[in-house]
């Protein structure tokens, strides 16, 4: 096993995620197999309890492991499937160490951070290593490892410590760590300044750390002189200096990494270069290059309760993303704060009032994402119905969709108490209530979490179709209270239809209103699962039908013609027609078969 570790200096939020994802996505394009590891040092177990505004929001994966979400970032480029293991905090290594001293399993020994906080630390990134990720059996060639937080950071020094007897355990050979850095740009001076980074790396040897690679975050590319002077100072050859300098999307960062010869670089470190491939990136530099060039746009107005902090909805923003480029738009996004189109704020407010409302009557579509707690409640109940009533492509997810739901009950049913006993415990009309196997008492790993079955009941429905016609579908969950079973007939009998329950039946996954242009809601999260060049079909569907394009997206078949032509560098250039289309190709298209073309 390999192991590429990536840390950042000088400020927080450089990108140290995107970085070590593009490193995981580079090497996967060489021909090898690919898993990640994000350490956490704070002493949280997980995510699962954190507030989305204080740490961004809280990533689910299939075995329901609540986690950071650069983990997203990890799946989302190397199109694997990460599990709770992979994401390593403080909180969990301390409760795994502490479990094994009350059993006794240190012999009495007194238990320390060093050797054996450490040697548990060094355990666990071994053992999640070789957790397979990408669908095949036996462990990955490469590990990618991020380190959070900033080097300096007291919380991090185990973490340090740990992988520096790491990389000594494991051999160079074996060991690879790029570091990241700032280097800014003073307005006044109007030059690159190497100090911030020359003094982050003059720390990390200092814990018993050299860095292998220097990846530099700055507004423009490195000057040469600026690479040999960190060069010179940081101890790292000057080929082993890579900028990465702000571009139009994160896309282009693997690109970046490659123009610059990165992956040369990491490869010569692990002794890999002989058997490596040449990088195969060019669907993704298509896609990347693609978004770009998009100008004719779709604006979706994002109705949330944390939109302070647009990390509170990354997943979410990049699942729209996947759909307007792979549907050919350019998307446009207004981030609308449910508080301000409640009643309240047309009085303490009116300003912001008018103007998010001017927002979302502007929208082309309507999202309302998950949530927890009675802020904001009302004005995403006021916004499902503007949706419902004006006939504008609305998708609910999670509370998005129970308070569709909830909505429809106070609207159409005549129930203007009905509510959901999370937000109202003594309603008389409750549409949605707490689930039999929750717990009230405690809040970190309690919920419905991880990938559930979800069986269409009819193939009739725009969901089923959107999902290729398949008779179930898997997606991830993260939600204490669902639709009451009670009031489903009731609900479905004056036209709201759920065309999409789990295995028993009781429970209701997917929420639709037939005679609506698209009006979807769904119990669980499917930005979860949206890749770059395979959107979630839900997300497709709410671009298209924003887009005027829903009946064609549905009528599409999986039957393409291909037209192969010779170049003149001996290789085959290959273009995609779908069936029936007007003989116009194109870059990237997402099919209902789940296929990408390019």
């Known amino acids: 096993m390999k192991y590429v570790v990536v840390s950042g200096g000088v400020v927080s939020g450089l990108g140290k995620g995107v970085t070590a994802s593009s490193i995981g996505l580079i090497l996967k394009s060489c021909g090898f197999r690919v898993t990640a590891i994000k350490i956490d040092p704070y002493l949280n177990i997980d995510a699962g309890t954190m507030s989305p505004i204080e740490h961004g929001e809280v990533y689910v994966l299939d075995d329901g492991g609540e986690v950071d979400l650069d983990l997203g970032n990890y799946e989302r480029f190397m199109d694997i499937k990460l599990t709770r293991e992979n994401n390593i905090t403080t909180g969990k290594v301390y409760k795994h160490v502490l479990e094994k001293e009350r059993r006794g399993d240190y012999l009495g020994k007194t238990v320390q951070v060093v050797p054996h906080i450490t040697d548990a630390i060094q355990e666990w990134i071994e053992r999640a290593a070789r957790i397979p990720v990408d669908g095949q059996s036996g462990p990955a060639d490469v590990c990618v490892i991020e380190l959070g937080g900033t080097i300096g950071d007291i919380e991090s020094m185990p973490f340090i410590e740990a992988l520096g007897q790491f ?50 975050r700055s507004t423009k590319p490195l000057e040469d002189n600026v690479k040999a002077k960190l060069s010179q100072f940081c ?32 490869l010569r470190v692990l002794n ?96 309302v994402p998950g949530g927890f707690g009675n802020r904001g409640v009302e004005g995403k109940i006021l916004a499902a119905r503007y949706a419902r009533e004006n006939r504008v492509p609305y998708l609910g997810i999670c509370l998005g969709m ?60 725009k969901t089923a179709k ?24 009731r609900l479905e009998s004056s036209g709201l239809t759920f065309t999409g329950k789990d295995e028993t039946g009781q429970r209701m996954e997917i929420v639709e209103l037939p005679n609506h242009p698209f009006y979807v809601g769904a119990q669980f999260h499917p930005e979860y699962k949206s890749r770059p060049g395979k959107p979630s079909p839900l997300f497709l569907g709410l671009i298209g039908a924003a887009s005027g394009e829903l009946d064609m997206l549905l009528q599409q078949s999986c039957q393409e013609t291909v037209v192969s032509r010779p170049q003149s560098n001996g290789k085959h250039e290959k273009k995609v027609y779908w069936k029936g289309a007007a003989k116009k190709p194109v870059s990237v298209v997402y099919s209902l078969c789940d296929r990408v073309y390019s």
């Not at 990241?180 to 040897?205: A, C, F, I, W, Y």
């Not at 999307?249 to 990494?257: E, S, V």
């Not at 990347?288 to 302070?308: F, N």
């Not at 549409?431 to 809040?443: A, W």
């Open 466 to 489: 959107l999902y290729g016609n398949r008779s179930f579908v898997d997606e991830r969950h993260r939600h204490r209270y669902e639709v009451n079973p009670a009031m489903v007939p």
């Open 272 to 367: 890999l270069k002989g058997i490596a491939k040449e990088p195969a990136l060019e669907e993704w530099s298509l896609m990347a290059k693609m978004s770009d060039k998009l100008h004719v746009p779709v604006r979706i107005a994002v109705v949330g309760k944390y939109t302070e902090l647009l990390d509170s909805y990354l997943s979410i923003h990049k699942a729209l993303l996947h759909a307007s480029v792979a549907r050919g738009k350019k998307l446009v996004i207004d981030w609308i704060s449910a508080s301000d189109l409640q009643q309240g704020a047309k009085k303490e407010n009116p300003d912001a009032y008018k103007a998010v409302w001017k927002l979302l009557k502007g929208a082309d579509g309507i999202l």
């Open 235 to 266: 101890h790292v050859p000057m080929e082993n200096v890579v900028t990465l300098y702000d571009c139009p999307n994160i896309w282009h960062i693997p690109l970046l990494l490659k123009e610059q010869k990165a992956h040369e670089a990491i």
């Open 167 to 216: 990389s000594y355990r494991v051999g160079s050979g074996n060991f690879c760590l790029i570091h990241v850095g700032l280097v800014p740009v003073l307005n006044v001076v109007g030059e690159q300044k190497t100090k911030p980074t020359q003094h982050s790396v003059r720390d990390l040897r200092g814990l018993g750390l050299s860095p292998n690679i220097l990846a530099c």
């Open 402 to 461: 129970q308070l569709a739901v909830i909505e429809f009950a106070r609207t159409v049913l005549g129930l203007p108490d009905a509510n959901s006993t999370e937000l109202d415990p003594n309603t008389k009309n409750p549409c949605v209530i707490f689930m039999p196997e929750g717990s009230k008492t405690h809040m970190g790993g309690t919920m419905r979490l991880g990938s559930r079955r979800t069986y269409f009941q009819t193939k009739d429905s």
